[in-house]
């Protein structure tokens, strides 16, 4: 490392590369951390070529100082020795020590290095380093979200990592129907993922566009003004009951049976995980054993088991 | 049908006397053979359209992977081959294995004296023996002749039968083999319109029955499977179709058992099957987590679907035994009217079929199922309606 100097540069010899700017969403974040900092803590880092001195490293930064008319600059400056390729490595193993990628600089940095490395080098060297799961398809999958960023990233807030990878598959229109959906539930990654995967399947299965299932048969539902959560739940009964009407049909009989057993509330029946298997569950809450012994009785009587046997089988 | 012959022949060198090598030789002259003494490492690595012969070093013989919740047919698994070219878009296999190329086993002695060990040893137990569960069972037969050997072997076994599962039509080397009634044939079938969109390589149903017919004339048993049976708008009269076809052209007494399993499949599948169609339908639907970690149809749909087959089959023979693959009691009862342990379990119920049918393994007193499954089995349904709770 004999050959880096660190050198205070005027901004206006600096060029900056969109190659080397994998994080330029992050801008208005970082400018917020310099206004309470109040200054450059570590330098940039720039790259000599023979077309001049390219930022590598600190595009949030650069501009932080531009905009404030700053003249020097502090900079580490790479020799013109250093390859295009090496400086992204450098910066992205220097990154990588300190915090995570979020999808959208992943997504930037696999693309980057695909323009020097085929796909199964990348994956082989860098995706341990970068945290993206060596699944099929994922190569592809972040050439995809780079290709859609500048939509992405308005619902990078609502949009858990996974969703953004299995909507950016979905055709334009229904990738942006979905995105505007969940930017109204507001879910978890899980529920985002359920209802992603209700949809394909009801899409593949009624040869119906996400789209159409999004915007037809579910705005209503969460274009209102109501509580999200309750949004959340009615988009997935309305899902469940479309893609599982004979389950929906039967968890209702379910219901109606408790309902018609006027059972006390201390006494729960759970049927098994979609009626699947042989376990069938009772709980009994009581404080006193002739508590229990009433709540026994109860469940003893013959009509009760009668009704049940019927449920069950 | 569209299957061709392996494009080369890999061989490891225990295996390069063995008689499945020397009839893939012999039946295939233009293609290169390949071991691994001859060839660079990095020449060493087969495709999909290769064919391996390697020497099998675990146990040729294994149980069903059955699971305690639902009932298991007690076959006796022949391990004789992985993987398979047929490409069936539902099949399991594309989740199973990590090999991309057919893989046979050439050491035809070790597995053969496995099995006389296994038969010799437990002579009071009836053991129904199949190849065909981790691959076509006669998919390579007409370059291997493995038939050649399996089926005389077994035909002079009180306590066995060999039943070769098929979607194909390479039936022509059973024609002259001394079977003594003791080898069923047997054919998975499909509604047509499945059979053409995701059966695409395999015979067409008319070739599979015509080639099952055949084998009836050279006197072996028939047994069908209709597994993975698929709810699809007028999946009704589309099975019908195909149920009337296999009782139009074969004769009733050959049959010894119809099973009946509906689509299931562990989750990664689905996500392999749907990296390959997108657009694919056939695992979306009413699929529910089941104990065992499968995605079933709702048990309601696949009561529905047993239903119908069983009373349609009924229609055409009554007295036939069809039984349902994995499947748990409760949907037996809705299905059959009773539960396989009604009937001393599922095992006994296919021992019986054997026994009265074939007549083979009639002194037989015992299941291979009781050796060999080794997971526990659901127990006997009983009656709820007249039990206390306490």
Redesign the interface.
Known sequence: MKELTLEYLHPDIIKEDDFFNISSHRMENTHKVLDEIGGILSPLWVLKTSNGIILVDGYSRFRWAKNRNISDIPCVIFPESTSTLDMLIKKVTSISLVRSFDIIEKANIVSRLYRFLSPAEIKERFFERLKIPKKPRMFKTLLKIVDMSEEILKYTEVLRDKAIMRLVWWDRNSMRAAFDMFLELKCSTNVQMEIIELIEDISRLREETPYFIINHKLKKIWADKGDFRLKTQKIRDTLKKELFPKLSEREKCFSSFIKGQKLPGNIKIEHPPFFEGDLWKISISFSEASELESYLEKLNDHHFIKALSKIID | MITSPPKRIFLQPEVVNSPVVENLKKNLPQVRFITKQETSAKEFVPSRTDLQVLKFKGRFIRSCPATK?YHCCGYVILHFGERCTIDCTYCILQAYWNQPCLRIFGNIDDMLSEVEEMLNSHRNTLFRIGTGEFTDSLLLDPWTGLSEILVPYFAGKDNAILELKTKTVFIERLKPLWHGGHTIVSWSLNAPNIVKSEESKAASISDRLLAAKKCTEWGYFLAFHFDPIFYFPGWKESYSMTLQQLFDTIPRDKIVYISLGSFRFMPELKREIL?KR????LA???F????DGKM?Y????RIELYKFFVSRIREFDPTLCVYLCME?G?VW??AFGFHPGDKGGLPAMLDRAVKERMQVGTKCTQSASSLLLTKPQ?ENSCD??T????
């Open positions: 919740y990296k997108p657009r694919w339908k979306s639907g009413e529910v987590m089941s104990p079933r709702f048990r309601d749909i748990s409760k009862k809705k659901p709820f309606s039990s206390k709770i306490i």
